[in-house]
């Protein structure tokens, strides 16, 4: 077996390293929230608009006497909405099979 080269003294410049720094790591958690951000849209963009609006026209609908009943508390919990309109797709793709797959 041959001996190892040495490599003592020898420098090696990697182009740019340095420069990106605090605000390349910065840059790079930014756009790897807004690939994890798209995805939650994408997922859950229907669920999520539907919870809006349920939450915003609930107490127009509804009295304060049915809402501490149904949910608790006087006003409307957006995260038990949510929940809600991500169960009642999951429920309306089970009842329909033809669009499981799409």
């Known amino acids: 077996m041959p001996p190892a080269p040495d490599f003592e003294g020898v420098k090696v410049k990697v182009a740019h390293v340095r420069s990106l720094g605090l605000v390349g790591a910065f840059l790079a958690m930014m756009t790897m929230l807004a690939a994890i951000g ?3 849209l994408m997922l859950f963009g229907k669920a ?3 919870a809006a609006l349920v939450k915003f026209l609930w107490p127009a609908v509804f009295s304060v006497e049915f809402t501490q ?3 608790g508390s006087e006003a409307v919990p957006f995260y038990k909405v949510f929940l809600l309109m991500i ?4 429920v309306a793709k089970m009842l329909r099979p033809t669009t ?3």
């Open 38 to 40: 798209f995805g939650f």
């Open 48 to 50: 999520l608009l539907a």
């Open 69 to 71: 009943w149904v949910f």
């Open 87 to 90: 169960l009642g797709s999951v």
């Open 100 to 102: 499981w797959g799409r």
